[in-house]
């Protein structure tokens, strides 16, 4: 497979901590699948890229810069309503009255329960009512429970706003993907993608920088107050320069029965199963990392002023190795990365959690194993996406969906029942880490019939 469409593949699948992928391994004629399998046909050849408007454009009113920076905005809006908080959350949880610091982990997960839950019906809500209308109704939604969480008094009134902040926000994720391919194939979708993700990797980084920042001049709820101004602005600039990208002939009737036969083709798949329930086990680890970190930081070590430098660190180390991937899974081939990741993982989580248990864990131990266990599960996030997509290549749109509705659901309760298991110490937290990372390989295995690093499969 070519490292550009590698490097695609990576950008869609890792990103916001999940998203809907498409099958990238098509030629600049190929359609593109919809929830209903079949979908809206991609534009016929791609049209010469520059930075200024011409007739050819494929969006028109937007040159090619503005466009890539505006898809990079709507794939950071779900990270910036992730981390931006994350300095906030025992000033939330004292405002709130919520009763333990463990409890205040649900701030980050009713938010993942919403985002995972809704990607099953913004694909199909735009292929039948067009890319504009759903994008900004999603906005529109995140805006007003962005605004909701400012009000917001009690900590069910926080949650219920946090479920639709995320649903809102996935409006964002899945349209970006159907619009860039709405306009680019090919080549130049890989180059869309890859500048938008370089942008987007960028926000997981500063996000909590940005969180901290406010707290020291303002209260929390201008951290939301924040998220509601930036989803307005970034909504008004797509209302003003964003064109309907999805031809009125490509639109397609709601039909349930393709659908549903769709789903039961995905989650019969042996390969597309294994690696799908092999990401929630990982992705289960990233969310239970998130969750906890605040607290790791401030009430396991109290190092509150290393908080927002260690987890750039970190957050970088991932980015780090989503580009690399982009730039080796080409040569090297998608199961030797991700297999070998893997054990590595495998490796790094069993000895983080015997350094914890044995009373040698500080604060700077964890920060290099958790590193280093974050920049494997970047090698394994976007390889273990693909290949759970390699047999599905006639259902895309359906098993992307299926894909980013169980990681992230599965992945934000596991992560959430490991992050309740925290009680003073990280030994919690690196055993459920070393064990997600073990199930996932008994998952791999299942997958690939018991061997390791065997070469791709033939695509159906």
């Known amino acids: ?20 992928i498409v099958d990238l391994e098509f030629t600049p004629a190929a359609s ?25 454009s494929p969006h028109p009113g937007m040159g090619f810069r503005q466009f890539v920076t505006l898809i990079a905005a709507l794939m950071a809006t779900n990270a910036l309503a992730i981390d931006a908080m994350l300095p906030a959350l025992p000033a939330i949880g004292d405002s709130l009255s919520i009763a333990t610091p463990n409890q205040r982990q649900w701030i ?51 949650m219920a706003a946090r479920v639709i902040q995320g649903v809102g926000a996935a409006g964002t994720r899945v349209l970006a993907v159907s619009i860039v391919r709405d306009c680019y194939s090919g080549r130049q979708m890989a180059r869309v993608m890859s500048l938008a993700f370089i942008v987007f990797l960028a926000v997981p980084i500063v996000a909590p920088s940005v969180g901290q920042v406010i707290m020291w ?25 964003l064109p309907e990208t999805l031809h009125p002939e490509d639109r397609l009737p709601i039909a349930f029965g393709p659908v549903f036969q769709s789903f039961r083709t995905v989650l019969t798949n042996r390969v597309s199963m294994g690696y799908m329930l092999a990401m929630t086990l990982v992705m289960g680890s990233l969310f239970g990392f998130i969750n906890s970190a ?13 908080f927002t430098l260690i987890f750039a660190l970190i ?10 991937n982009a730039r080796i899974v080409g040569r090297v081939g998608s199961r030797r990365v991700s297999h070998a990741a893997l054990l590595g993982f495998i490796a790094l989580t069993c000895t983080h959690a015997a350094v914890a248990w ?11 194993l958790q590193c280093a266990t974050m920049f494997a599960f970047g090698l394994m996030g976007p390889n273990f996406g693909a290949m759970s997509m390699e047999p599905l290549g006639h259902v895309a749109g359906t098993a992307s969906s299926v894909q980013g509705f169980i990681t992230t659901v599965g ?42 690093f065997r070469p791709s499969q033939p695509r159906s």
């Open 1 to 20: 497979m070519p490292s550009a469409r590698l490097s695609v593949i990576a950008a869609l699948r890792f990103t916001g901590y999940s998203s809907r």
């Open 294 to 306: 605040q607290q790791v930081f401030v009430d396991v070590f109290q190092a509150g002023s290393y």
């Open 108 to 158: 980050v997960t009713s938010y993942l329960l919403g985002f995972g839950s809704a990607q099953l019906i913004y694909g199909t809500l735009s292929d039948r009512f067009g890319r504009r209308p759903v994008l900004l109704t999603g906005f529109a939604i995140y805006a007003v429970a962005s605004l909701a969480a400012v009000a917001a008094h009690s900590f069910e009134a926080m």
């Open 411 to 452: 992945g934000a309760v596991l992560g959430f029942a490991i992050g309740q298991q925290l009680d003073g110490s990280v030994k919690p937290l690196t055993a459920g880490f070393a064990a997600f990372g073990i199930g996932a390989l008994l998952l791999v295995l299942f997958a690939e019939k018991g061997k390791l």
């Open 358 to 368: 044995t009373g040698h864990e500080s604060i700077w131990s964890f920060a290099i």
């Open 217 to 241: 001049v303002a209260p929390w709820r201008f951290i939301f107050g924040l998220l509601a101004v930036f989803s307005i602005a970034i909504a008004l600039w797509a209302f003003a320069k």
């Open 32 to 56: 593109s699948r919809s929830l209903l399998g079949h979908g809206t046909a991609a534009r016929q050849s791609a049209p010469v890229i520059s930075s200024s408007v011409s007739v050819t």
């Open 315 to 324: 957050a970088a180390s991932i980015a780090l190795a989503s580009l690399l």
